[in-house]
């Protein structure tokens, strides 16, 4: 069981958008403002999309954006495009420690 | 360019040691925290051990408390992972990364550690 609950599965078609939650606890989503969002291709590291709740890295698409509202995380992404089918997992900063979600796996219909 | 590159995966038995290593280049190494994830074989990310930028300050997964240490050597731009009493559930892909509270920009390509009899 992962620290962080994400639901397994999300999918939209293109051009829609779909968003991806991530629950935590006041100890970790609600309790700090370090909750990152990472894309991961089969077979491929991890790749930061969105750091510090809704901070987007340089070359991260603008379709990507991040919100939190009290112990909920979310990712939305916008104007979906078939490069987007990937899983997507949570992180946020616990004190001292770091969690992940169980991940999304995302689907582009 | 910022580049990890992970190394001393393999095979070992249950309650048998490894050690990983993490060269790093294009930064300046000794400035940042660097961490540990794992991700078992079709399964999610998973954070195991932090080290602050000097060395001194190391976070473990309770998952991992007291089998694995984490280390680094800034004159070599280099971070390791020992690991010892390896179980089964540590089988994993195992990820090096710079950066701290979660926001980890850049990652290793990754190295297999695999604990069977």
């Known amino acids: 069981q992962s620290a962080l609950t994400q639901p397994p599965s999300a999918s939209g078609s293109p051009g829609q958008s779909v968003t991806i939650s991530c629950t935590g606890t006041?100890?970790?989503?609600?309790?700090?403002?370090?909750v990152s969002w990472y894309q991961q291709h089969p077979g491929k590291a991890p790749k930061l999309m969105i750091y510090?709740?809704?901070k987007r890295p340089s070359g991260v698409p603008d379709r990507f954006s991040g919100s939190r509202s009290g112990n909920t995380a979310s990712l939305t992404v916008s104007g979906l495009q078939a490069e987007d089918e990937s899983d997507y997992y949570c992180?946020?900063?616990?004190?001292?420690?770091?969690?992940f979600g169980g991940g999304t796996k995302l689907t582009v219909l | 360019e910022v580049q990890l590159l992970e190394s001393g995966g393999g095979f070992v038995q249950p309650g048998g040691s490894l050690r990983l290593s993490c060269a790093a280049s294009?930064?300046?190494?000794?400035?940042?925290?660097v961490c540990w994830v794992r991700q078992a074989p079709g399964k999610g990310l998973e954070w195991v051990s932090s080290i602050s930028g000097s060395g001194g300050n190391t976070y473990y997964a309770d998952s991992v408390k007291g089998r694995f240490t984490i280390s680094r050597d800034n004159s070599k731009s280099t971070l390791f992972l020992q690991m010892n009493s390896l179980r089964a559930e540590d089988t994993a892909v195992y990820y090096c990364a710079k950066g701290s509270h979660g926001n980890y920009a850049y990652w290793g390509q990754g190295t297999l550690v695999t604990v069977s009899s």
């Open positions: 510090e709740v809704n």
């Open positions: 006041s100890s970790d989503v609600g309790g700090y403002n370090y």
């Open positions: 992180s946020s900063y616990a004190g001292n420690k770091n969690l």
């Open positions: 294009g930064f300046t190494f000794a400035s940042y925290a």
